[in-house]
């Protein structure tokens, strides 16, 4: 097999600045735990208001269209008004949805949630976390923890439940036993998500300035040199490669690319459609673009997330096959497996979204590919900015520009950097 990708081969999300899938908000920047790689600084005295929180929302309604709201942070759950926070979105015609490491998110609390509006959770959880009882723990190991959320949040129902983790280096070879134990839970997990650690390069190479004046860039959070000694940075057909060591008919279908790099994978998007006791296959580029036309055609906006109802009904999408070879496939090895996996033919159909997302990258000259049509942008003072980069903004008020210098060592392609140019 051919495991090269290339963006003539995947749907290019249609997503963009004013016209996106997902708006990003952070009531609260203030954190119960700390995670290797956090973008965010934790600050204890950083819950903003509701009338802040509103403000943030009208400005989203004014630039931008969206199906969702992510509730981030920090932890949002800590906010105190994180009730009435998911209500207000809920009222405004969004889905919101939490980003939370997990900790205080009980039983009780989650039946609130639901109670309030909450469309899901993206649960937070990797083995880089000062997690109480958990430190120590790899990432298959850490699937304990995962399927005790899991199967909190199935048994309120009606809710969506993902996972995120940051990925490093030194964490890759679990990838596969992750998308294994996904699976197996394919009925109460809805999606898996692999970020790619980065940290800002703070060689001797560059200097920082923001408009004419040259700043330290050192204390930004995301620009700790002692965090990656020994730890190289990871790109989106690494982890493909690795996937498809366990799984090598795993084929991604959509992506979002950079804004400096036309063919770097942002954000690499695949659904895979099963249950427990197989995998029958992976959806096409013609499902992803089906999909979010039709979204977009009916409700106006570009779809983020899909109710659960809806993702257990793999059968009913066997209708639209003959418009995608993915999910022919799908269809035909279902079938198949009458002869050979009578339980999985009688079983119930899902459908499990697996991502990848490759943060920012310095480039040798400076430039900085971020994502282009980012899901994650935010609010900061009234406009929209990449959530990713907000303690440039908070220190600054804009981010930061890096600049080679003659200590510049310019020797690094950008087809060196990107291994699928």
């Excluded at 630039?63 to 709201?69: L, Q």
């Excluded at 995998?279 to 899909?306: C, D, P």
């Excluded at 899902?350 to 991502?355: A, F, P, R, S």
């Amino acid at each position: 097999m051919n495991t090269e990708l290339t963006i003539n081969s995947l749907y290019r999300l249609p997503w963009n600045l004013a016209d996106n899938a997902i708006n990003w908000l952070e009531p609260t920047s203030r954190c119960n735990i700390y995670c290797d790689g956090c973008y965010r600084e934790n600050r204890n005295d950083s819950h903003k208001s509701i009338e802040d929180i509103s403000a943030e929302l009208d400005v989203f309604q004014k630039f931008r269209k969206a199906d969702s709201i992510s509730i981030a942070g920090g932890e949002p759950l800590i906010h105190p008004d994180i009730l009435k926070i998911v209500r207000m979105i809920k009222e405004r015609g969004w889905k919101p949805t939490i980003n939370s490491n997990g900790i205080i998110a009980t039983e009780e609390m989650i039946l609130n949630l639901k109670d309030a509006g909450l469309f899901g959770f993206t649960f937070h959880i990797d083995s880089r976390q000062s997690r109480p009882e958990w430190e120590g723990k790899n990432e298959l190991e850490l699937c304990e923890l995962r399927l005790e959320l899991a199967e909190r949040v199935a048994k309120i129902g009606g809710l969506t439940v993902a996972f995120n983790a940051t990925i490093y280096s030194e964490t890759t070879n679990q990838v596969p036993g992750m998308l294994e134990w996904a699976h197996q839970h394919i009925n109460i997990v809805h999606a898996m998500v692999f970020i790619l650690y980065r940290n800002a390069d703070l060689s001797e190479g560059f200097d920082y300035f923001v408009g004419g004046n040259k700043v330290d860039f050192s204390g930004i959070v995301y620009s700790k040199e002692e965090e990656v000694q020994n730890r190289k940075n990871l790109y989106a057909q690494d982890i493909v490669d690795i996937i498809r060591s366990q799984y090598p008919d795993y084929v991604p279908s959509a992506f979002l690319n950079g804004t400096e790099v036309p063919n770097s994978f942002k954000w690499l998007l695949a659904g895979r459609m099963g249950n427990k006791h197989e995998i029958f296959g992976w959806v096409g580029s013609r499902f992803m673009e089906l999909v979010q036309t039709v979204n977009h055609l009916l409700k106006g906006t570009y779809l983020a997330y899909s109710e659960p109802q809806w993702l257990r009904r793999g059968r009913l999408y066997f209708f639209i096959s003959p418009f995608d070879k993915g999910l022919a496939k799908v269809m035909k090895n279902y079938f198949k497996s009458f002869s050979h996996n009578i339980k999985a033919f009688f079983s119930r159909i899902y459908y499990q979204t697996v991502l990848i997302i490759q943060p920012a990258d310095v480039l040798p000259e400076g430039n900085v590919n971020m994502c282009d049509g980012c899901p994650d942008i935010t609010v900061f003072n009234g406009k929209l900015v990449w959530s990713c980069r907000m303690e440039e903004q908070i220190e600054w008020g804009q981010n930061v520009r890096f600049v080679p210098n003659e200590n510049n060592k310019n020797v690094t392609s950008i087809n060196e950097i990107y291994k699928n140019i």
